[in-house]
């Protein structure tokens, strides 16, 4: 079954492709903003230092943030799927172009992951797609966390974080937090994928999507088909806006 029939977007994609209002903070890799697919995308980089940059196309950063982004807000003329191009996107980069192999899974230091949180919030983002393993957490930056997902709670900032591809009953600091939405990945027939992370939280509050062989951006600046639970997550949250944004503009 086609991924946006079985999440039931294709409806909601007939009837809008999104607003400007609503502001999606993609907390991932750096993205290759020079994509064509991208080209009329409403694109904002939070990025400050080069390394959050994407300098390097074969890494696994820049794959991870260019395929998300393209999930979300390329030209539907070049990628149909794309489910809200017409959403401001808000680049903010955790994992460096340079520190991730080409099959590497991209991790983060909790604190680093608080900051970005801060920072997405601050330039005004509705909604948050975290993608991240996490790193070892002290007690300080496991606070600093936890008070990060508390900000975007008391703010209504809805959060919508990947469970994860380790094929274990896992849930970690982000996905615990009762503010998150965690989304695991599922095939054609709606089973859970065998590398798809599940956990309680999981179970209580979060949801099930297409993972199997989705199709997006590539930072080589063609398409390319991956698999996993970051890449079904992004249309979880950003749908809720854009359905929300859509219901309440004036009838022409």
């Not at 991790?107 to 608080?114: D, I, T």
């Not at 990947?162 to 095939?187: E, F, K």
């Not at 798809?196 to 939280?201: D, E, I, P, T, V």
């Given at each position: 079954?086609?991924?946006?029939?079985?999440?039931?977007?294709?409806?909601?994609?007939?009837?809008?492709?999104?607003?400007?209002?609503?502001?999606?903070?993609?907390?991932?890799?750096?993205?290759?903003?020079?994509?064509?697919?991208?080209?009329?995308?409403?694109?904002?980089?939070?990025?400050s230092?080069?390394?959050?940059?994407?300098?390097?196309?074969?890494?696994?950063?820049?794959?991870?943030?260019?395929?998300?982004a393209?999930?979300?807000c390329?030209?539907?003329?070049?990628?149909?799927?794309?489910?809200?191009?017409?959403?401001?996107?808000?680049?903010?980069?955790?994992?460096?172009?340079t520190?991730?192999?080409?099959?590497?899974?991209?991790?983060?230091?909790?604190?680093?992951?608080?900051?970005?949180?801060?920072?997405?919030?601050?330039?005004?983002?509705?909604?948050?797609?975290?993608?991240?393993?996490?790193?070892?957490?002290?007690?300080?930056?496991?606070?600093?966390?936890?008070?990060?997902?508390?900000?975007?709670?008391?703010?209504?900032?809805?959060?919508?974080a990947?469970?994860?591809?380790?094929?274990?009953?896992?849930?970690?600091?982000?996905?615990?937090?009762?503010?998150?939405?965690?989304?695991?990945?599922?095939?054609?027939a709606?089973?859970?994928?065998?590398?798809?992370?599940?956990?309680?939280?999981?179970?209580?509050?979060?949801?099930?999507?297409?993972?199997?062989?989705?199709?997006?951006?590539?930072?080589?600046?063609?398409?390319?088909?991956?698999?996993?639970?970051?890449?079904?997550?992004?249309?979880?949250?950003?749908?809720?806006?854009?359905?929300?944004?859509?219901?309440?503009?004036?009838?022409?």
């Open positions: 079954m086609d991924p946006l029939q079985q999440l039931m977007l294709a409806t909601l994609m007939a009837e809008t492709s999104g607003s400007a209002q609503v502001v999606i903070g993609l907390i991932d890799g750096p993205v290759a903003k020079d994509h064509r697919g991208l080209a009329s995308a409403r694109l904002r980089e939070l990025a230092t080069p390394n959050e940059r994407c300098s390097l196309s074969g890494s696994a950063a820049c794959r991870h943030g260019t395929a998300v393209g999930m979300l390329a030209s539907r003329q070049f990628l149909p799927s794309a489910i809200s191009p017409e959403c401001t996107l808000l680049v903010r980069p955790i994992f460096s172009a520190g991730n192999e080409a099959g590497g899974v991209p991790n983060a230091e909790p604190e680093v992951l608080a900051s970005a949180i801060s920072d997405c919030i601050g330039a005004g983002a509705s909604v948050l797609n975290l993608s991240a393993s996490l790193g070892y957490a002290s007690r300080s930056a496991a606070d600093a966390l936890s008070e990060a997902l508390n900000y975007d709670a008391r703010r209504g900032v809805l959060v919508v990947a469970a994860g591809n380790d094929g274990t009953i896992y849930s970690s600091a982000i996905t615990r937090h009762p503010w998150v939405i965690p989304v695991t990945a599922c095939g054609g709606d089973v859970p994928l065998g590398t798809a992370n599940l956990s309680s939280s999981v179970g209580r509050r979060g949801l099930l999507a297409p993972g199997e062989r989705i199709t997006s951006l590539g930072p080589d600046g063609q398409l390319m088909t991956l698999s996993g639970t970051s890449f079904k997550q992004a249309g979880q949250g950003v749908a809720r806006r854009v359905a929300r944004a859509a219901r309440s503009r004036p009838s022409n």
